[in-house]
C-alpha cells in the first residue's frame, strides 16, 4: 500500500529579495511539480514575528518514499543548483518530511439551520447570509472581549499603515508599488479617511472669529466699537437711486439730453451699485447679485461655500500634479498611478498633520503655563513637512540626493502654481453660485 508524504521546505529570506523570490517560486514549484511522484503542493506565507526575516513555506504531496528518494537522487540538486546561483546565501532552507499515522474523518451528525435566515448549514458558516453556525448569546465575558478587540485593535492594517505613513517617508508609497497591498490600507481609501477627519475637526473646532460679523474694530483713539451687520437694501430702493439722480440734475438745471446720455454711458458703471440696468449682461447682473450677497454678511457665506468646495477641488488637482510629475521621471518610466500613489500619500500625512497641528493649536491657546512648548512643536512639525516630501521622492524615486532636491524644488513650484489656479477657479465658481 503506498503511502502520501508531505515533503515541506521552508526558506527564510533577506527583505531585499522578498518580491524577487514571490516573484519566481510558482515557476519553481511548477518544475518540482514535473518529477515523477509529485501530485500537488501549496504555497504559504507564515506570519513573521518581530525581527525575523520572512519566510516562504511550500507543502509538497508526494506519492511514497520511493518517489521523494528518486527526486532527490535525480532532480534535487540541480533545482537546488539554479536557486542557490539566482539568490546565493540571501535565501536559506530547511526541509522535512511528514509521514502520516492515521487518517481521521470527522463523525457524521445531522446539518443545523441558521438562526438568521433558516438555511440548511453544512460547514462553520451559513452559506446565504454568512452568519457563524454556532451564534449565541454573548457572555458579558465575550461583549466585553468584544468591545475590547474593536478598541485596540482595529484592524491591524490601520495601526501598520498610520505607523509607516508618518515614521518612514515614501516606504508606504514603495511597499504599494512592490505589490503588498493586503498589510495595508489602499492610498485613494486612506487619503479619503483622513482628509475627511481633518474637514469634520475643522467644523468642530471654534472658529477663528475672521469673519465675525459682530467682531470689534479699533479705533484710531484705541477704543473698541462693535460693528452692526449691515441690513440689506431691497432691489427696488437699488433701483431708485438712478431715478433720483435723475431729479437732483434736472433740478440743477441740467439739460435732459445731457442727462441721458451721461447715464448711458456710465450705465455700465453703475451695475454693482444700483442694481440691472438695461445695458447689462447676464453675467455682470450675476457678479452683482454675488457681490451684494458677500457685503451683506461680510463673505461668512462665501467663505462656508468655499470650505465646502475645497475638498471636491482637491479630486481634480491631484491627478493633474501627477500628471506633471511624470514629466520629471523618463528612466526608468514610471507609471501614471505610481506618482498618483505617491501624491495620495504625501496629501493624507499632510492632512494628518494639518488635524494635529489644529488640536495643539486649540489647546495653546487655553493659555496655560508652558502653552508655548506647543507652538514650539507645531513649528517644527511644519519644517519636518518639506524634508518628508523630499525624503518621500527619494525613496520612491531611488535618485540621488542633488537631483532629488532640483526635482522636489521644481515640482513644488508648479504644485503651487497648479493649487493657486485650481482654487482661483473654485473661488470663482463659488462666488457666481452665491448669485
Excluded at 466585553?144 to 515614501?170: F, K, Y
Excluded at 471654534?206 to 451687520?229: Q, R
Excluded at 444700483?274 to 445695458?279: K, Q
Excluded at 514650539?376 to 540621488?400: D, E, I, K, Q, T
Amino acid at each position: 500500500m503506498t503511502t502520501n508524504l508531505i515533503y515541506e521546505v521552508e526558506c527564510q529570506l533577506d527583505p531585499d529579495v522578498v518580491a524577487d523570490y514571490d516573484a519566481w517560486l510558482p515557476g519553481h514549484v511548477r518544475d518540482v511539480l514535473a518529477c515523477p511522484g509529485f501530485h500537488g503542493a501549496s504555497i504559504e506565507s507564515p506570519e513573521t514575528p518581530p525581527g525575523e526575516r520572512p519566510r516562504r513555506r511550500v507543502r509538497y504531496r508526494v506519492e511514497g518514499a520511493a518517489a521523494l528518494d528518486n527526486y532527490l537522487e535525480n532532480d534535487a540538486t540541480r533545482l537546488r543548483t539554479e536557486t542557490a546561483q539566482r539568490f546565493g546565501g540571501r535565501v536559506n532552507c530547511e526541509r522535512r518530511v511528514f509521514k502520516p499515522r492515521h487518517e481521521l474523518t470527522p463523525p457524521a451528525r445531522e446539518p443545523g439551520r441558521c438562526l438568521n435566515c433558516g438555511t440548511v448549514v453544512e460547514g462553520r458558516h451559513c452559506a446565504q447570509c454568512g452568519q457563524a453556525a454556532d451564534a449565541h448569546v454573548l457572555s458579558m465575558k465575550e461583549v466585553m472581549g468584544d468591545v475590547t478587540h474593536s478598541l485596540l485593535h482595529l484592524d491591524s492594517r490601520v495601526w501598520r499603515t498610520l505607523q509607516l505613513l508618518v515614521r518612514r517617508p515614501g516606504e508606504l508609497t514603495r511597499e504599494f508599488i512592490a505589490g503588498r497591498h493586503q498589510s495595508y490600507i489602499p492610498p485613494f481609501r486612506l487619503y479619503l479617511a483622513v482628509s475627511i477627519i481633518y474637514f469634520a475637526l475643522s467644523a468642530l473646532l471654534p472658529e477663528s472669529g475672521l469673519l465675525d460679523v459682530d467682531a470689534p474694530v479699533i479705533l484710531d483713539d484705541g477704543s473698541e466699537t462693535a460693528v452692526a451687520k449691515p441690513a440689506p437694501r431691497a432691489p427696488a430702493e437699488l433701483k431708485d437711486v438712478t431715478g433720483e439722480l435723475r431729479k437732483e440734475l434736472a433740478a440743477e438745471g441740467v439739460p435732459q439730453e445731457d442727462i441721458d446720455e451721461a447715464l448711458k454711458r456710465d450705465g455700465s458703471c453703475r451695475v454693482s451699485i444700483f442694481g440691472d440696468t438695461p445695458n447689462s449682461t447676464d453675467l455682470e447682473r450675476a457678479l452683482s447679485r454675488a457681490c451684494e450677497n458677500i457685503k451683506r454678511d461680510r463673505g461668512r457665506h462665501l467663505a462656508e461655500r468655499f470650505a465646502a468646495t475645497a475638498p471636491k477641488l482637491m479630486f481634480l488637482f491631484l491627478p493633474l500634479i501627477a500628471a506633471a510629475a511624470m514629466l520629471f521621471y523618463w528612466r526608468p518610466r514610471r507609471l501614471y498611478a505610481e506618482h498618483l500613489v505617491l501624491f495620495l500619500h504625501n496629501h493624507a500625512f499632510t492632512f494628518l498633520l494639518l488635524a494635529v497641528t489644529a488640536i495643539l493649536n486649540e489647546i495653546a491657546e487655553l493659555k496655560f503655563p508652558f502653552a508655548g512648548v506647543l507652538n514650539l512643536v507645531m513649528f517644527l512639525m511644519w519644517c519636518w513637512l518639506p524634508y518628508y516630501v523630499y525624503r518621500s521622492m527619494r525613496v520612491v524615486y531611488g535618485n540621488g540626493r542633488a537631483l532629488t532636491v532640483l526635482k522636489f524644488f521644481t515640482i513644488s513650484t508648479i504644485y503651487f502654481v497648479l493649487l493657486g489656479i485650481t482654487m482661483l477657479g473654485g473661488l470663482i465658481y463659488t462666488v457666481y453660485g452665491l448669485s
